[in-house]
C-alpha cells in the first residue's frame, strides 16, 4: 500500500513555510542594537527561508533546527547553492532540545515555529540557554483587535485555541525573563505572496487525493486562508524582539 506524507505533498519543495519575506527578517534583524552574536540559533527553521538572510547578513554560522529532516535536506540544498553552506549548519532536533545542545545562544530565532510547543513554553524553554543580555527574536500568531469575526474565532478557537494578544504574550515574555526591545506585526501582504498564493493552488489540487490525511490538510488549509480572507485585521504575525535579563 502506498504511504503519502500529506506535509511533504503540501508543502514539499516550497521556499517558505509560514507567511513573512526576506524584507521582514532583515528588516527585524536591524532593530536589534547589535548585528555581533558568537552563537545563533534558528529554531524551526523549515526549509531555511528566514535561515539563508542571517546567514546572508550576519555572515556568522547559524545553527539551524528543525525536526523535519525533508526540510533541513532542502535547505542544505538551498545554502550551497547560493554558496554560503559555510555558514549552516542543519540539525535534526527538536526544538524542546534545545537548551540541552546549544546552552549559550546569543541569538535565537524562530518565526512561524514556536507554537509548536507553545509560545509561553517556548520562551521559558529557550530563556535557560540565552545568554545574559542575549537576544529572543519570535514570531507568534496574536490577536490584533477585541473584536474577532465569528467565522474566525470559530476557526481558531479548535485551530488554535491558545492563541493570544500582543499585551497577553508581552506579559508571558517579562515572566519568561526577557525585557521587550519592540513588536513588529507582519504587513497582510507578507501572508500572500510567495505563501498564500502558492499554497491555494497546491491545496485545491490535492482535496479530492485518495489518503484522507492528505485531503483533509488540504481541506483545512483552504479553511485557513479563507478564514484569513474574512479576517478584517483581526489577528496577524507579531515579531516579539525580546532581550534575555
Ligand atoms: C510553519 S513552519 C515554519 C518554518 C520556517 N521558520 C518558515 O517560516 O518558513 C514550522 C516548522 O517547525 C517545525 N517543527 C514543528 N515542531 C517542531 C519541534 N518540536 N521541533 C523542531 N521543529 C519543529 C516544522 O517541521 C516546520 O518546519
Redesign the pocket.
Known sequence: MTTYNP?DLL?GG???????GNEHTRHVLRLLPTQQFRVIV??????????MVLAQELSTLVNA????EP?LTDLSGYAKSAGIDRFIQTHC?????IPSVFPQIDLLW????A???GFANALTTWAAAIAKNGFAVV?ELSWLKEQIPVAVSDFFGSGYPDMKSIPQNLAIAEAAGYTLITTYILPKAAWIEGYYDVLEPRATALVSHPDSSVRNLAIETLKEIDTFNHSEDSYGYVFYVLQRT
Open positions: 506535509i508543502f516550497m521556499e517558505k513555510l509560514s507567511p513573512g534558528d529554531a524551526g527553521c523549515g526549509t531555511g527561508r528566514q535561515t533546527v528543525d525536526a523535519h526540510f532536533l527538536d526544538m524542546q532540545q524562530s518565526e512561524g515555529a507554537y509548536n510547543i514570531s
